[in-house]
């Protein structure tokens, strides 16, 4: 096993690596000045990071979790312009140079050769394929956009399927995702009672004012990079802990755990985040059809159905904001709705003759900032799936599609299967949040931004992992 314990055939090269950085270092303070002296007090605490990542290297993918929880909160508030985004592209570095000098790794190709990792391969190799589209307007743009696009998806469901087989870590995962969820979730609270700090408020008015200010009231964001991401991670932390909380079994911590889903809804509900409805929805189907109980299916579709009519056909506490946020996704006649459909018509007639795309990174952030001007770039791109069609085009989007449908039957198949217990219970929670966030990224790109793509990837390797019993 790769936990817990010192590589076992590579703790020399280690050893000698540190003490030829520590000659070196004392070789070069001799030689330099205060900024050499500067730099080399940072080196001790470096190194015992190495030593740790090495012996524990779950901790690095916790510590994933976490940046990617806090590195847009780190990059507001530094007011600098250091790229704090590729954290997580060391981090992931570092794991796999951990794993490379373990030669336990040759034994574990189960983690490459199933049908969840090769699905999230092959979109990787066309989305590398893409950097030869004649019509890509930058290079620099199509490195930046594929990591988070295809790179990201393949390597945490490998780091997780090689490293977290032990349900200490599905536990110890559990709750340092439910902690960041919760403190998420009181910060978009102090915003809505309080007001934003000084620093989001600049962030607001820099332009962030526009789509978070509407008709005089916050659309909460907490410390995530928009309200939309902010509402989709609760939406998802609400089904998942809600979920899990509604195990009939016996359960520790049962009422903490569905006051977790029942804070993380409110924020939800606060961030005016329409599109999140989509992971409540399906999420919710997904587990009642699990539950493989007739009745529990026919309660959970009333539930919904009275939802249903409740929002779009009265108009029940129409005065509170929040409702009257949610109503408006189901309103056909919405101005957003109808901007929308507009420029899919734009777009459609753009891409008739473009099969394979606009090369990645030519739409959305990364056209706007590498491309600015080029047509693609110009349009929005609404939503995960239109973002894959500008980029990849109508056969990208195809094959995208496919895999997604593989991912997505092969993991329900081995759940299926599965004997009810705590572990399927989780499992299924971590599924219906997928389902859930596939059908809401149509109107966001939420599978590809951070924090919610780090926790979902993971999650799918855990299903992996627990729906083929080689959890500890």
Known sequence: MLQDRPLKTNNYLVYSVAILMAIGASIWMSKGGIATGMILLALPPIIIFMIVAFAKPHLLIHLIVLMGFLIVLISR???????????TDLIMLLVIIVLILNKDIIKRKEAIFNPLTLALLVWLGLTILEILNPLAASRVAWFYAIRALALYPVILVIITILIFDKKIYLKQFLFIWA???LIASIWGMKQLFFGVSATEQAWLNAGAAQTHILFGRLRVFSFMSDAAQFGATQAHAAIVFGIIGLYKGNLKYRFLILAIAAVALYGMLISGTRGALGILALGGFTYFTFSKNFRIVLVGLAAAGGLFIFLKYTTILQSNYQINRLRTALNTEDASFMVRKRREQVLKNYMADKP?????GSAGFWGQRFSP????ATLGTDGHYTRIWMETGIIGLVIYLGLLAVIIAYLGKLLWKMPDSLLKQILVGFYSGFLG????????????????SSVLFITLGF??????????
């Not at 508030?77 to 954290?87: H, R, V, W």
């Not at 394979?356 to 990645?360: A, C, K, R, S, T």
């Open 77 to 87: 508030y530094s007011n600098t312009d250091i790229p704090f985004g590729l954290t």
């Open 179 to 181: 902690v960041l969820e």
């Open 356 to 360: 394979f795309g606009g090369g990645v």
């Open 373 to 376: 001007g080029s047509k693609l």
């Open 437 to 452: 966030l596939c059908l809401s990224s149509y109107t966001n790109g939420l599978i590809t931004q951070i924090p919610t």
């Open 463 to 472: 299903v992996y992992l627990g729906a083929n019993d080689k959890l500890e």
